[in-house]
């Protein structure tokens, strides 16, 4: 079975700084790669996936992320933040088969302090 | 166009009672997921319907918990005699195909049992 871990439950940081989130996964077989964001009361929305390719990822909202194989991690980064993406951040997996469930990391909330 | 869907977003039961959690998929997404997230954690998974077949069900956490989809469209997934330890939020995900791995999240159903 495959596993997510966010070393970070929390990570403050103040506006116009850049910001990485750390995640390192698990598994026995080859599994692709999400970063999701949770903003307050909502739903998941998807920041960026890694299914193959090149090993660092563009997302939205000017967020990047690199596969490290050797390592086993998805670090999530973003060179300067927003008071706007104050939120809680997941990193999932999930394996190359139908059925895809997701399965999450424990979220690092981040506050954008101004 | 319009998302995934769930009703209704907050429900208070009292313990023992008998709770139905819908949820309305993107049109046309034959995949449909249900997690479960507790407070401060990452979400959990339930289940996994492709179109009407219930091909998953290994993240179910005890028989009083059941899910359906009749159509192949709307889910509602049902706990009978709910325990405190149910309280959570309860995420609906859809995607297009067993192939594609991008999953659409609903806002969640947030459950409290008193």
């Known amino acids: 079975a495959q596993s997510v871990t966010q070393l970070d439950s929390q990570v403050p940081v103040f506006e116009e700084a850049p910001v990485e989130l750390r995640c390192n996964y698990s598994?026995?077989?080859?599994?692709?790669l999400f970063w999701y964001v949770q903003y307050p009361n909502q739903g998941l929305q998807l920041l960026l996936k890694?299914?193959?390719?090149?090993?660092l990822v563009k997302g939205i909202n000017g967020f990047e992320a690199e596969f490290n194989k050797s390592q086993t991690s998805f670090h999530l980064r973003k060179p300067s933040v927003h008071i706007s993406d104050t939120a809680e951040y997941f990193c999932?997996?999930?394996?190359?088969?139908?059925?895809?469930?997701?399965?999450f990391g424990g979220g690092t909330r981040v506050l954008v302090k101004p | 166009g319009a998302g995934v869907s769930q009703s209704p977003r907050y429900k208070v039961a009292k313990r023992g009672q008998d709770v139905a959690l819908r949820c309305d998929p993107i049109?046309?997404?034959?995949?449909l997921f249900w997690y479960q997230q507790a407070l401060g954690q990452g979400p959990e998974f339930l289940t996994y319907?492709?179109?009407?077949?219930?091909?998953?069900k290994s993240g179910l956490p005890s028989d009083r918990f059941f899910a359906e989809r009749p159509e192949g469209s709307v889910s509602t997934l049902k706990i009978q005699r709910t325990q405190q330890e149910d309280s959570a939020v309860y995420l609906c995900?859809?995607?297009?195909?067993?192939?594609?791995?991008?999953?659409?999240f609903g806002p969640g159903t947030r459950l409290t049992v008193t």
């Open positions: 598994s026995s077989v080859s599994v692709y």
């Open positions: 995900a859809s995607s297009h195909s067993t192939a594609d791995y991008e999953q659409y």
């Open positions: 890694y299914l193959s390719g090149s090993t």
């Open positions: 319907f492709q179109n009407e077949a219930q091909l998953d």
């Open positions: 999932a997996v999930t394996l190359k088969a139908a059925g895809n469930k997701l399965t």
């Open positions: 049109s046309g997404h034959v995949s």
